[in-house]
């Protein structure tokens, strides 16, 4: 009896042996050294240079012609649509707002031309630096051997199957400017361009810009409408008010304010157009700005924000917004202040709790 107790965890142990799994080689991109695992795995990183290999990477093909074609052709639409319709607003506002508001006195015309100027020159200024200034292209890298590759130069590098390239982290690939971009944000068909490392501030600069002059122009031609619409003839709607239901008292207005914009001059038929198309433009501009301010405070961005819904790429808060935008010493220590105020205030509340 006791010869068989120690034989049965002897062939415990036999069993324990036998289910190891075999090894398996990969190569590294990055450094080229042979790699070896206990374990099959789709994904590895090396523990030399650091770079992140897929094993089932394989290069994939160019777009096709007609792909970068139409790439091309969309995002230049774009930037002359968008480009005329700042200056039609700059110009038609100047030449159907301005006689109104010089009306009311000389110094109250001189005052809103320079602040149109001022306006004007800002917002096409960071357009052109949003638009013609590069994305932010990664630096190259030297690659492929061991002796070239030195410790950790590769960390969370992987492999850009289009640029046949390291690629670093936190960067994407953007298909139409054929390159990959460092914090890559999105690719804006608007100003023809990525949103990246080096021109995301300008993009901001100018959403702020077009939000701010977008407010200043619906503000002026709504007063100069006010001023030039014709009398509106109300006597129909005020008698019969009492026995009209509320449908049909909106509709009368409407039909009055219709009739009535017959008589508009050029110039308020500008101003009307150029109130509603402000207020639009103001609306989708002001959700975009929006948007971006919040993935900024997050430290994030818009593509790694879909890539890793559950991830954060960094700790959200003030500092990320004065690291965007660069603020002064003074700023960024008052505003850093107020933030660690708000976290001292939130930890101590929840350990109360």
Request: net charge positive; aromatic share 14%; with cysteine.
């Amino acid at each position: 009896m006791e010869e068989q107790q120690q034989q049965q965890p002897l062939l415990e142990v036999e069993q324990c042996v036998t289910s190891i799994p075999e090894d398996h080689e990969a190569t590294c991109w990055g450094c080229g050294l042979r790699l070896i695992f206990a374990s099959y795995a789709p994904v590895f990183k090396c523990g030399w240079c650091g770079a992140i290999t897929q094993s089932n990477q394989t290069s994939r093909k160019p777009d096709s012609v007609c792909f970068s074609h139409w790439r091309n052709f969309r995002d230049r639409f774009f930037v002359t649509v968008l480009i005329l319709f700042m200056l039609f607003v700059i110009c038609g506002g100047v030449w159907a707002v301005y006689p109104v508001v010089f009306s009311i006195s000389t110094f109250c015309g001189i005052f809103h031309c320079i602040l149109t100027g001022v306006l004007a020159v800002f917002t096409i200024t960071s357009y052109c630096l949003a638009s013609f200034k590069s994305a932010g292209a990664p630096a190259d890298m030297r690659w492929g051997s061991y002796p070239m590759v030195g410790k950790n130069d590769l960390e969370n590098y992987t492999f850009c199957t289009y640029c046949s390239k390291p690629k670093p982290p936190r960067a994407h690939h953007c298909r139409s400017c054929k390159m990959c971009v460092l914090d890559m944000d999105h690719h804006c068909p608007f100003i023809g361009n990525c949103v990246g490392a080096s021109n995301h501030r300008a993009f901001v600069f100018f959403l702020i810009s077009v939000v701010i002059s977008c407010s200043y122009a619906a503000g002026m031609t709504i007063y100069s409408s006010y001023r030039i619409w014709p009398p509106l003839d109300f006597e129909n709607l005020a008698s019969t008010r009492r026995s009209m239901g509320y449908i049909k008292m909106l509709i009368e207005i409407i039909g009055t304010l219709a009739s009535s914009a017959f008589f508009l001059s050029a110039r308020g038929l500008v101003t009307v157009y150029i109130a509603f198309a402000s207020l639009s433009v103001n609306a989708g501009i002001g959700v975009l700005l929006f948007q971006q301010l919040s993935y900024i405070y997050e430290g994030n961005t818009y593509l790694n924000r879909l890539s890793s819904l559950s991830v954060m790429h960094g700790e959200r808060g003030l500092q990320n917004l004065i690291r965007f935008f660069g603020c002064p010493y003074s700023v960024s220590r008052v505003l850093s202040g107020y933030s660690n105020t708000g976290k001292l205030q939130d930890n101590s509340s929840s350990k109360l709790l």
